[in-house]
């Protein structure tokens, strides 16, 4: 079954203000990664964060991993028109196949 | 310089055809896949390839064949199309097996089936 769920399916805000995604999976990971995928675009890597890491940042970006809640969280601060995109987190599963497993993804439309 | 490409963009056909998609990286990448869109979004491995072997093989029906004559490309043959296999194809690759390291996808190749 499918490793990674994006909460919520779409969101919608003004530019200016914070947007959080959320990831729940199932099994024990490796690491987990956000990418970002513009409308008849493929997708683009944004961060990776690994199991035994509790945060990180890039840029405008925080990611938070909770390992025992096996859930992750995607804050873009001070959004922009241009940061209106799906957005999935992909999970890398400690066991089974050595594949990245993406969710459904969240669809952010931040508006000017 | 674009770094995975694939073509056609576009792609319709009619059911029961035989079409190709082809994907080339000129990253110097060790490893490349082929992932499924569907027109919910939900994207699904198909196939990996590393250094022409094939690594991951989902269960994808036979009538998909991907054939890797170099590192740098990986193409993905369909015979006998059906309309199900409408969706949006996209070819990524990735520094050696590591699953960890990121993955760099092509635009994608949007399949329709009629």
């Known amino acids: 079954s499918q490793q990674g769920e994006e909460d919520p399916q779409a969101l919608s805000i003004q530019e200016g203000e914070n947007a959080t995604m959320n990831c729940s999976y199932k099994?024990?990971?490796?690491?987990l990664q956000w990418y970002r995928q513009n409308s008849g675009r493929g997708l683009v890597h944004l961060i990776l964060?690994?199991?035994?890491?509790r945060e990180k940042h890039s840029g405008r970006l925080r990611v938070t991993l909770d390992t025992s809640k096996k859930s992750s969280s995607l804050l873009i601060t001070a959004s922009r028109a241009a940061d209106t995109a799906s957005y999935f987190c992909?999970?890398?599963?400690?066991?089974?196949?050595?594949?990245?497993?993406f969710g459904k993804g969240t669809m952010l439309l931040v508006s000017p | 310089d674009t770094a995975v490409s694939q073509t056609p963009k576009y792609l319709v056909t009619q059911m029961g055809n035989d079409k190709s998609i082809k994907c080339e990286q000129n990253?110097?990448?060790?490893?490349m896949y082929w992932y499924k869109q569907d027109s919910k979004k939900f994207l699904k491995i198909m196939f990996s390839?590393?250094?022409?072997?094939?690594?991951i093989n989902e269960t994808v029906p036979n009538r998909f064949s991907p054939k890797s004559p170099d590192k740098a490309h990986l193409n993905l043959h369909i015979n006998s199309l059906e309309l199900g296999d409408s969706a949006v194809y996209f070819c990524?690759?990735?520094?050696?097996?590591?699953?960890?390291?990121?993955?760099?996808f092509g635009p994608g190749t949007r399949l329709t089936v009629t």
């Open positions: 964060i690994r199991s035994n890491e």
């Open positions: 099994t024990s990971i490796n690491n």
């Open positions: 992909a999970t890398d599963a400690r066991s089974g196949y050595s594949t990245l497993t």
């Open positions: 990253l110097g990448h060790d490893t």
């Open positions: 390839y590393n250094n022409k072997e094939l690594i």
């Open positions: 990524a690759s990735s520094h050696g097996r590591d699953r960890s390291l990121e993955q760099y």
